[in-house]
């Protein structure tokens, strides 16, 4: 009987020694954590700025093909910048929607290329397949452009 006690409070304590531990080990660890390093930021390299449905991006003449029964969109539309700010590879969004006006499903096609100011970027028969058969109209945007931050030409001495 004596046996079993022992053993009991053995374990016991045993036990409370390692939790003892973890609990000591843990608060270091936080303690570490909290002083932490100092950030040393180098170098910073220019990335581009994605604009969300810019204003100074429109679409001209866009043209919305929907077959009727076998659920293919085909568009052709052309990119014109108005603004002053070059602007490079724009996200167009195709959104189709059903007779109530409810979107059923909407795609995305990236062109690739810099729009410098005044000038179009065309996106020419671009073909969405699988389209669900409640599609009755479809529609292109603009969805996004990022900012282009070409490098300056140089000049040749």
Known sequence: MRFRR???????????????S???QSRRRE???AK????????APATPTRLVR??????VDPRVELAAGAR????TAAVLNKGTVPYRDPMLELTCTDRAGRVVESRR???DGV???GKALAAERVREESLPAAAARCTVAVLWAEIDHAAPARVAN
């Open 6 to 20: 022992y053993l009991f409070w053995g374990l016991t304590l045993m036990l409370a020694a390692v939790l003892a």
């Open 22 to 24: 973890l609990v000591m």
């Open 31 to 33: 303690t570490a954590r």
């Open 36 to 43: 932490g390093s100092p950030e040393i930021v180098r170098v």
């Open 54 to 59: 810019p204003a100074d991006l429109e679409l």
């Open 72 to 75: 293919v969109a085909e568009y």
């Open 109 to 111: 096609h990236k062109l």
């Open 115 to 117: 729009m410098l100011p």
